[in-house]
């Protein structure tokens, strides 16, 4: 089983709609975050969180929100969907014990707003 | 501000050919480096990173990247392509000795022909 999954892993939703993209890690680690990724953009930080009492906010978290349920569990909304939220979204894991700051990353979810 | 440039968007070689994809850094310290590959339809695999020691690092696949601190560059490389190579690859830092948190460049899509 992967260590860090995503659901869905694609989902096409309307102008103004909420939607709520989810991921679980069986990682154990301490840090997670979800990123966006833009063609010709690279990966952009929307939000982080080193513990379940801690979130951040990344360069470009304007229209989302998050929630950490559990060490396991980090999820993004989208309030109010909108066309430019069309992006593929990952999610990704880190140990703060890691020196070298290696993310692992789950399989993705694209999102489409029409 | 941090950034990460890769100057090539797409790169095609022909298989059993060697590469050299680029990636420049801007950062007032020695930062600790990360190339990522995205296969099609994939999520983001770790190749190899630097953050101490040796300036030349072995990674999976058989890739190498060599970090510069004059030209504040760590490019990657592989002596012969297989057409599987054919991918995404994304070059990204972390600020050492802060918190983990990725800035990704831009990314350069490799085709591989037959």
């Known amino acids: 089983d992967a260590d860090v999954t995503q659901t869905p892993r694609n989902r096409i939703t309307k102008t103004g709609k909420r939607i709520m993209l989810e991921c679980s890690q069986t990682?154990?680690?301490?840090?997670m975050y979800w990123y966006r990724q833009d063609p010709g953009l690279g990966l952009r930080l929307i939000y982080y969180?080193?513990?379940?009492?801690?979130?951040n906010k990344g360069e470009i978290s304007d229209g989302y929100s998050v929630s950490r349920q559990a060490q396991a569990k980090f999820s993004l909304s989208l309030e109010s969907a909108i066309p430019n939220q069309t992006a593929l979204y990952f999610c990704?894991?880190?140990?703060?014990?890691?020196?070298?700051?290696?993310?692992?990353f789950g399989p993705g979810t694209r999102l489409t707003v029409t | 501000a941090q950034s990460v440039t890769q100057p090539d968007i797409h790169i095609t070689v022909s298989e059993g050919a060697s590469l050299e994809l680029r990636c420049n850094y801007s950062y007032g310290a020695t930062p600790y480096l990360f190339w990522y590959v995205q296969s099609p339809g994939q999520g983001l695999q770790l190749l190899l990173k630097y953050f101490s020691g040796d300036t030349l690092v072995q990674g999976i696949k058989g890739f190498e990247a060599e970090f510069k601190r004059s030209q504040s560059s760590f490019n990657l490389r592989k002596p012969s392509v297989h057409w599987s190579d054919a991918a995404e690859y994304f070059c990204?830092?972390?600020?050492?000795?802060?918190?983990?948190?990725?800035?990704f460049g831009a990314g350069t899509r490799l085709a591989v022909h037959p």
């Open positions: 990682k154990g680690h301490d840090r």
């Open positions: 969180s080193f513990d379940v009492k801690d979130i």
């Open positions: 990704a894991t880190s140990d703060p014990r890691d020196v070298a700051y290696e993310q692992y």
């Open positions: 990204a830092v972390a600020p050492s000795g802060g918190y983990n948190k990725l800035i």
